[in-house]
């Protein structure tokens, strides 16, 4: 059967158990995308314990939320499988980097989270974005693999893509290169006029870093005064661009 762990603490040598009986039949845990569920073990977070005769049966641990704190995730007593046949991980905090047991097809995303001196491996974006809601000026995040956006964040955190998915923060693209998060503080706009006045941009830059900027497409009026014996005509062209 299945055993669903949505909450509550589990503390001791094995934090989730998937066990094989003498019949031979298989058991998984599920862990689901909003368990809350917290494991503190001082061996191993998920243990397969199998009968010897029926060494293949594994069962299986999917772990899409709660928060795991164990030197190692994937224990094995009597079967032969390998870790990330019995464990797969698609949500969830850890202590350790889980990332051998994320489906590399999937495209789930795992970053090291640091705050101030504590640091913690989260998996998905929805984790990411957990941790990422106590960070402040000085604290890290690494995205290891996956695609990532992150908004809202406050001025001073370090983003580093080490991984080669689309990542974001505020808006900028992160590649190889760290970012510092900030909030954009626009300077007054820069306009760039077509030859014939047909079109025109206004480039804003923000004051923080002058590396980011957006260029704005302006619509174009025009009022035409007809010449006279005493003025010449003129035309009078406006732009008018719109931005945040």
């Known amino acids: ?19 094989v009986n003498s019949e031979g039949h298989e058991g998984s845990i599920l862990f689901p995308a909003d ?41 094995r007593s009597g ?10 991980v698609t949500g969830g905090t850890y202590s350790i980097d889980p990332s051998g047991l994320v489906p590399a097809t999937q495209g789930t ?3 090291k989270v640091t ?11 929805k984790a990411i974005e957990e941790q990422m809601k106590h960070a402040g000026e000085g604290d890290k995040v690494d995205v290891l693999s996956g695609d990532v956006q992150l908004g809202g964040l406050p001025d001073g955190v370090t983003v580093t893509n080490s991984g080669a998915g ?8 992160v590649t190889t290169d760290p970012v510092v998060s900030h909030t954009h503080v626009w300077g007054e706009p820069v306009w760039a006029w077509a030859a014939d006045h047909s079109g025109a941009t206004a480039t ?22 007809a010449a006279s014996c005493t003025a ?12 945040g």
């Not at 977070?45 to 709660?66: D, L, N, R």
């Not at 079967?79 to 797969?88: D, M, N, P």
């Open 1 to 19: 059967g299945t055993t669903v762990i949505n909450g509550g603490t589990l503390k001791g040598a094995y934090g989730a158990v998937t066990q």
């Open 35 to 75: 368990s809350d569920a917290v494991v503190e073990a001082t061996k191993f977070a998920f243990v397969a314990t199998g009968h010897s005769s029926y060494p293949e049966k594994t069962g299986t641990v999917t772990v899409e939320g709660g928060s795991f704190d164990a030197p190692v995730l994937v224990g």
């Open 79 to 88: 079967v032969t499988a390998e870790a990330s046949e019995i464990a797969t």
């Open 109 to 111: 995303p795992v970053a």
């Open 115 to 125: 705050l101030g001196s504590d640091s913690a491996f989260a998996v998905g974006q």
């Open 166 to 173: 689309d990542v974001t923060v505020n808006g900028n693209p």
């Open 204 to 225: 804003f830059t923000c004051t923080k870093d002058s590396s980011h900027q957006e260029i704005v497409a302006a619509t174009i009026g025009s009022e035409t005064e």
């Open 232 to 243: 010449d005509g003129k035309t009078v062209y406006t732009a008018i661009a719109a931005f």
